[in-house]
């Protein structure tokens, strides 16, 4: 075999905005971080959004980033009449109308990266977040955030606060440094010396989790067990035990434990009996009044007691099956999900989320990906092989290979355990495997699968390939193009014939390699590949992006660095029917024109309903239309096609633009309703300004600093609870 060394040219880029579209997204809902109960439903917060159940289960609603919440990682919940508030991770209060479905979101102050506790008051919601406590005004043009408070008493400055509670005259607040409280009327609590804090000879209320008030007393759960506060200490009233959750009931305070549930009555506390449930780790637990007691096991599913007739599982739809993807495919009507640490699952033809019975994974040994072609699903994994799924009709049949019942070469030190870190399938219905960390001495790194009746063929160092390291590969007519682990690119020329290597070559391109051109790779650690309709294959890198001509080598280096700082470390691609190509990065997603090497729009969690930042695989519809998009927190659907009326500066009516600060007389005017909210973002997702009483800005963030020039993104939230989004240039010029 021959072999020859290439390497890449660079090319730097400029960075355009994100713009708005229909999204559908599906977020796991099995870790529950709090629960609510009222006499017709339960509710949970949970790091994919909220949800509601009715019924023991017999009607379920989940919302998340989709329906309008500012995140779908949430640490707690707080009822509102008909509504509740919610807050987790970013930092942006929601409030969600269970009514009419409508959510309005209030972003809290920056330097606020998650909310983690909250309590309403009258008129008030008192916010626990990560820096201190916050006074949120619930009525004032539909919510304003009027103090944050981030020196309690003796406690270190901007200490994180894990729950609230009022009691009497006083808001209390746990935190990991002990246990403060003020007065709730006091107008100058941001006085350090106006919060008590409370002594802590053992330690114990450093590891306060919750609060509750019960029995007309403070109560509080911590990982040394229970206290109650008497005049002006806390007393331990249950100890041996962590306790992870709390609920106040009418008459009955309920702990969830690191060993099972148990509840006290005035003076006494009882164990609620359960076999297979007394070493669970309860992290969350409520009472419907007079009914059936919820809890949420160490984040892996929700249960629940009847009182009368002992425990049972309750089986919420989660969406999906696992919490994050790492692999798509979209085919034959189905989304089929390669889960991290889940094993293997499907959104089936009638909606419903389904797991492929026999496949397993786990957070070391995960499946790498998915790949569909013509009724077969193919998921390649680390130590499980190949789970090939065969679609006949309904009905699905599961296949697996691996060392021992094919040409695989299992890694060093086992007889069968398999890693195999991609599958391409050709015409003709064979297809590649990339046989990764084999045993020497052979040193396996392919193996091609042809069509039935014919024997396997093998690839490994004596052909000429140098690495069994690798990351994935694309087939691209007779070329097999190869992603290694620190290795570079590779690629195969096996002229059309897998079995005949007499003919094949063998080039590799790094980052360091300049025989033909003068700059190289982003990085000779690939992270992905996809080839798009003008037939160009594009390279992903953790620090760059490359694009190939597969014929000529007249390599560019596309660098997504100006888009978002971090977003030069590619996860995905895919490329939709218009040519657009669409990219997943470690920071959000990102679309580059048909023809262009410059990205002009981009989407992040937080500010779009993306569910999370880490965009693991992405997947083209078969219809076209749109584009599934596997995330750390879920999977979402986005509408390529669908056009947001207010997808530009022009539709917001923002004047002028670009903005040019010469002077404090240089100001922005947006056309919009007097009311609406207007949220500015740098396109990194770093809120800049949040205007709320005015429609002008004046180019300045929120401590009152004058912007730099570039590119920012509007976010407009109207008093109906939708949205619009637009973007807004400004040159700085003083």
């Not at 690191?258 to 609620?272: C, E, I, N």
Request: hydrophobic fraction near 45%; proline fraction near 4%; include cysteine.
């Amino acid at each position: 075999m021959k072999k020859n060394t290439l390497a890449l040219v660079a090319f730097s880029m400029t960075v355009s905005s994100a713009v708005a579209a229909d999204w559908t997204v599906f977020t796991n809902v099995t870790h529950v971080r709090r629960l609510y109960a009222d006499s017709s439903n339960v509710y949970a917060v949970t790091s994919g959004g909220f949800f509601r159940l009715s019924d023991r289960g017999h009607s379920f609603r989940n919302y998340n980033s989709g329906d309008g919440l500012g995140s779908n990682d949430l640490r707690d919940l707080a009822r509102d009449g008909d509504a509740f508030w919610t807050g987790g991770a970013g930092g942006v209060l929601t409030r969600l109308s269970m009514t009419t479905d409508v959510a309005q979101t209030f972003p809290l102050a920056l330097g606020v990266g998650s909310i983690e506790a909250l309590e309403r008051g009258k008129d008030t919601l008192w916010v626990g977040t990560d820096i201190g406590v916050g006074l949120f005004l619930a009525g004032v043009s539909g919510g304003v955030l009027k103090d944050m408070y981030t020196r309690l008493g003796t406690l270190p400055a901007e200490s994180a606060v894990n729950d609230l509670a009022l009691f009497n005259n006083d808001i209390f607040a746990a935190t990991p440094f002990g246990v403060v409280s003020a007065e709730r009327d006091d107008p100058a609590l941001h006085i350090a010396s106006q919060w008590t804090t409370y002594a802590d000879p053992t330690g114990a209320l450093a590891r306060a989790r919750q609060l509750a008030v019960a029995f007309d007393s403070l109560w509080v759960a911590s990982d040394d067990g229970l206290f109650v506060l008497v005049d002006t200490e806390f007393v331990e009233r249950f100890s041996g035990r962590m306790i992870r959750s709390m609920y106040a009931g009418v008459d009955t305070l309920w702990l969830g434990t690191d060993s099972g549930a148990y509840y006290r009555t005035a003076d006494t506390v009882f164990r609620l009996a359960a076999l297979n449930l007394n070493d669970a780790q309860m992290d969350a637990i409520a009472r419907v009044p007079g009914g059936d007691l919820w809890v949420g096991i160490d984040g892996a599913q929700l249960v629940y007691h009847g009182l009368d007739s002992g425990w049972f599982r309750q089986e919420v739809q989660s969406q999906p099956v696992g919490v994050a993807v790492a692999g798509l495919s979209a085919a034959d009507g189905r989304v089929w999900c390669a889960h991290l640490g889940e094993g293997a699952g499907y959104l089936d033809t009638d909606g419903l989320w389904r797991r492929v019975p026999g496949t397993s994974a786990s957070r070391f040994e995960p499946l790498y990906s998915v790949k569909a072609a013509a009724g077969r699903i193919f998921y390649p994994g680390w130590g499980q092989g190949i789970y090939l799924v065969s679609l006949i009709g309904n009905s699905l049949s599961l296949t697996q290979y691996d060392a021992s019942n094919s040409l695989l070469e299992p890694v060093t030190g086992s007889p069968t355990y398999t890693v195999v870190a991609g599958i391409e399938v050709d015409a003709a219905g064979g297809f590649w495997a990339a046989n990764r960390k084999t045993r020497a001495p052979t040193l396996r790194s392919l193996v091609y699968f042809p069509p039935s009746g014919t024997p396997q063929v093998t690839f490994d160092a004596t052909d000429g390939i140098p690495d069994n390291d690798m990351t994935g590969i694309l087939l691209v007519g007779d070329r097999l193009w190869i992603g290694y682990n620190g290795g570079g690119l590779g690629v195969l020329d096996f002229a059309g014939t897998p079995g005949l290597k007499s003919d094949d070559q063998f080039y590799t391109f790094t980052s360091t390699s300049n025989q033909f051109l003068s700059q190289p790779l982003p990085s000779d650690f690939i992270t992905t590949l996809d080839l798009d309709r003008g037939g160009f294959i594009w390279v992903g890198t953790p620090g760059g992006l490359a694009r190939i001509d597969p014929e000529f080598f007249p390599f560019m280096v596309v660098d997504l660095a100006a888009v978002q700082p971090a977003s030069s470390e590619i996860l995905s691609l895919v490329a939709d029917a218009g040519n657009q190509l669409w990219v997943g990065t470690g920071h959000g997603l990102a679309r580059i024109p048909n023809g262009e090497l410059i990205a002009d729009s981009f989407w992040f969690a937080g500010a779009t309903p993306l569910p999370d930042n880490r965009v693991w695989d992405l997947a083209l519809d078969p219809s076209a239309a749109s584009i599934w998009i596997g995330t750390g927190n879920g999977l979402a659907n986005l509408a390529v096609l669908a056009r947001d009326p207010a997808n530009d500066s022009a539709a917001l009516g923002v004047f002028p633009s670009p903005l040019h600060l010469r002077s404090d007389a240089d100001f922005a005017t947006f056309q919009v309703p007097f009311g609406a909210r207007i949220d500015i973002f740098t396109v990194a997702g770093d809120r800049v300004r949040t205007l709320v009483t005015s429609n002008t800005w004046d180019g300045r963030n929120e401590a009152g600093q004058v912007v730099a020039t570039g590119l920012y993104l509007i976010r407009v939230t109207y008093a109906d609870g939708s949205t619009a989004s637009g973007r807004l240039g400004v040159v700085r010029e003083r």
